[in-house]
């Protein structure tokens, strides 16, 4: 069973825009921090976007002005709304999930989404 279902990356021209989901198993407990990763060639993440159990959000100093991260916690569901896309953006996403369930701490990673920034 696939824990986290990732959808969206594609294929957009500079200054496109793109909305990447992220939906949760219902395996999965109560849901803390949720947040964006992404990967560009080589073998470092880099953290895109959070959004803390408190309502707050971080974001990468990149990304600020033009990335928006939300939930809905009824549907267990995390979007990144990406717009005015630039060529540095070009990476593997991935969607990240902290959890918790009678005091432990589950982490779990998406498979990952493509997106290219390309004209």
């Known amino acids: 069973q696939v824990q986290l279902a990732e959808s969206g990356g594609g294929l957009v021209q500079p200054g496109g825009s793109l909305r990447l989901s992220c939906a949760a198993s219902?395996?999965?407990?109560?849901?803390?921090?949720m947040a964006w990763y992404r990967q560009a060639p080589g073998p470092e993440r880099e953290l895109v976007a959070v959004?803390?159990?408190?309502?707050?959000?971080n974001y990468a100093d990149s990304v600020k002005g033009r990335f928006t991260i939300s939930r809905d916690n009824a549907k267990k569901t995390v979007y990144l709304q990406m717009n005015s896309l630039k060529a540095e953006d070009t990476a593997v996403y991935y969607c990240y999930v902290k959890s918790n369930w009678m005091w432990r701490t589950y982490e779990y990673w998406g498979q990952g989404t493509q997106v290219t920034v390309s004209s």
């Open positions: 219902e395996t999965i407990g109560s849901i803390n921090t």
């Open positions: 959004s803390n159990s408190d309502g707050s959000t």
